[in-house]
Structures are given as structure tokens and as C-alpha cells.
């Protein structure tokens, strides 16, 4: 599931707006934010497929990919792929439940993109690998660890991108983490 608000307006930032889930022909489940800055028209398009299943030596390996893609008109910014692939366990992979965000943190007028999503092919209660991922244009920044479940997890790495990274990202990625990687996972 991605979540967004459906209409947020932000400084330097034109309307942001996020479609309702589709289903494409494959079966993947497709979203697209939409929202407009300096650099022009931005679509920001979320492919999650759908889990496939194929038998190998009698035993089920299940496969998800994750696809991300960001335009500005018809130019290509960036994209991110990643995928959880013959797993014979539970299997997940999705983008975190609100995670999806669009701001102007350092006021320059450029949109930083950021979200987060879950992964891992399991058959206990360990906690799942996660990643945070921010944008400003084609500059990626990048916190990787796990979720916190059942008491474990919640630790992260920071890439070192962020040592180069304008002021107050890190800060802003790390407290994103906290609340929906760790603190969504301590309530009640």
C-alpha cells in the first residue's frame, strides 16, 4: 500500500497529488505522484508486482520486484528497483503505509522525494530488512537496516552520501525512520 495526503502544497512546490492504485495488465499494482517545482513536471510512478510462484525441486520460490521511476516531462531523473526473488518462505515487499513524501527541506525550491519499504523472505519472527530512500533531483540518499518487530530490530546505516547531503537531511531521514520503522512498531 502507498499513502500519501491527496493534496499537499509546499512552498516552491506545486500541488502534489497521488492516483489511486491501478492494476496493470501484469497484475503489478501501479501509483503515480504527481507535483511540479523549479526543474518543471515530476511523475514519480510505483510499480509493485504481484508475488509469482514457480516450483523448483518440488518446493514453491516466490518473487516480487519493487520499481520506481522519476520523470520530469520526458526525461528519465531516476529509478530504483529492488526484489525479494525465490523465496520458498513468507515473502514481503512493500512501500511503507505513509511513508511517501514530497518537501523542500533546504527551501531551494527543488522537491525532495522520500519513502520507505519493507523486505524480506522469512520464515521466523525476525525482523525485516528496510530501506529509506530520499531524492533531491538524481541525488539519492539512502538509510538501510531493519524494521523493528517483536522487540529486535530498528537499527540502521546512513550511505555516505549524507556526509555531502545539504543540511537537514539526515536529520529529517533518521526521524522518518524512528517514527514509521520503529515507533509505529512500539505501539500497543
Known amino acids: 500500500m502507498i499513502a500519501l495526503l491527496s493534496s499537499v502544497v509546499l ?9 489511486a492504485p491501478v492494476t496493470a495488465k501484469n497484475g503489478a499494482t501501479v501509483r503515480e505522484l504527481k507535483f511540479r517545482d523549479t526543474a518543471g ?30 520523470r520530469v516531462g520526458a526525461k528519465e531523473l531516476w529509478s530504483a528497483k ?6 520458498p518462505f513468507d515473502l514481503l515487499l512493500e512501500v511503507v503505509e505513509g511513508s511517501v513524501e514530497v518537501t523542500d527541506l533546504n527551501d531551494d525550491g527543488m522537491a525532495e522525494v522520500s519513502f520507505a519499504y519493507l523486505l524480506a523472505c522469512r520464515s521466523d519472527v525476525s525482523p ?5 530512500l530520499l531524492y533531491e533531483g538524481a541525488a539519492k540518499y539512502a538509510l538501510r537496516g531493519s524494521a523493528q518487530d517483536m522487540g529486535g530490530g530498528g537499527e540502521f546505516t546512513a550511505d555516505p552520501a549524507f556526509e555531502k547531503a545539504p543540511k537537514g537531511f539526515r536529520a ?6 524512528k517514527r514509521l520503522l520503529v515507533d509505529a512498531y512500539a505501539k500497543p
Request: glycine share 4%; aromatic share 8%; hydrophobic share 40%.
Open 11 to 19: 512552498a516552491g512546490v506545486g500541488p502534489v497529488t497521488l492516483s
Open 41 to 70: 513536471e515530476h511523475v514519480v510512478r510505483f510499480e509493485l508486482s504481484r508475488v509469482t510462484t514457480k516450483t523448483v525441486d518440488e518446493l514453491e520460490q516466490k518473487t516480487r520486484t519493487l520499481k520506481v521511476s522519476h
Open 82 to 87: 529492488d526484489f525479494v526473488e525465490t523465496c
Open 128 to 132: 525485516a530488512s528496510a530501506k529509506l
Open 172 to 177: 529529517f531521514a533518521e526521524a522518518k525512520w
